[in-house]
């Protein structure tokens, strides 16, 4: 568990709002769905998924943005993506790994949604699902990602 090298600090690209994360995460993610794209303005979406008590906003007020307002936090000043509270899955917070002031670790371990990808996209993940896993198949994922999944530097 100590090898995460925990608490992690990170923060938005002004600076306003700043986000501190305490417990190993669950997993780390690329989504490459058309709504990420959109999201992301870029090929694919980034996510650890940290469980909802190792993580804090410990400065600024992230504001809701996204297509329904209703799970996507961003900085109000810079406009930043932060990080994804899903809605009815409030055990964890996605949140968007390259924010974190020391991220070049960050490895996705699974890819999401590539039956939308850009033809060229490829990201080094070891598991590739054409949409989304179903909830049971995340927890055998979980348990190897905690074994195997790319550390802190
Ligand atoms: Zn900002
Ligand atoms: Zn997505």
Request: charged share 20%; glycine share 6%; with cysteine.
């Amino acid at each position: 568990m100590d090898d995460w090298q925990l608490p992690w600090e990170g923060g938005c690209r002004c600076g306003t709002v700043r986000i501190r994360v305490t417990k190993p995460p669950l997993l780390a993610m690329a989504c490459h769905c058309t709504g990420c794209q959109a999201m992301s303005a870029s090929a694919f979406s980034l996510s650890l998924a940290i469980p909802a008590d190792g993580f804090a906003v410990t400065a600024g007020e992230p504001v809701l943005g996204g297509r329904n307002r209703d799970m996507h936090h961003f900085c109000s000043a810079c406009m930043t993506w932060m990080f994804t509270r899903p809605p009815g899955m409030d055990w964890f917070v996605n949140v968007r790994p390259s924010l974190l002031d020391d991220h070049l670790w960050f490895v996705p371990y699974v890819e999401t949604w590539t039956s939308e990808k850009l033809p060229w996209a490829a990201t080094p993940a070891r598991h590739s699902f054409e949409k989304v896993p179903e909830l049971p198949e995340f927890e055998p994922l979980i348990r190897a990602y905690a074994d195997e999944g790319a550390r802190p530097l």
